[in-house]
């Protein structure tokens, strides 16, 4: 089993800098693509930064610029740094990754429980 805990959530005003961590553990041999979702209270979960093993990143259009994905593979560990935040970032942020667990399975999907981010403007 594979579990994923997110860290770095809260409340902050509009302008301001939050840093989101999400750390994976247990039976893991490698992780492809690691994301950040969120879901904001009456809308859909959506993609907000993905970035693969590689290193290649994507972000949705409404962070670009704002938000920065990165990860450091010896700690199975992804990060997203927001910057300039803004009231409607505000949302429950859920940390997805691909996870192998052994070299001949096929990844599963994992998520993480979720953190908060309140922007206040």
């Known amino acids: 089993q594979v579990q994923l805990v997110e860290s770095g959530g809260g409340l902050v005003q509009a302008g301001g800098s939050l840093r989101l961590s999400c750390a994976a553990s247990?039976?893991?041999?490698?992780?492809?693509?690691m994301d950040w979702y969120r879901q904001a209270p009456g809308k859909q979960r959506e993609l907000v930064a993905r970035?693969?093993?590689?290193?290649?990143?994507n972000y949705a259009d409404s962070v670009k610029g704002r938000f920065t994905i990165s990860r450091d593979n010896a700690k199975n560990t992804v990060y997203l740094q927001m910057n300039s935040l803004k009231p409607e970032d505000t949302a429950v942020y859920y940390c997805?990754?691909?996870?192998?667990?052994?070299?001949?399975?096929?990844?599963?999907?994992?998520w993480g429980q979720g953190t908060q981010v309140t922007v206040s403007s």
């Open positions: 997805h990754a691909d996870v192998r667990e052994l070299p001949l399975r096929l990844p599963e999907v994992y």
């Open positions: 247990g039976s893991i041999f490698s992780i492809n693509a």
């Open positions: 970035i693969t093993s590689g290193g290649s990143t």
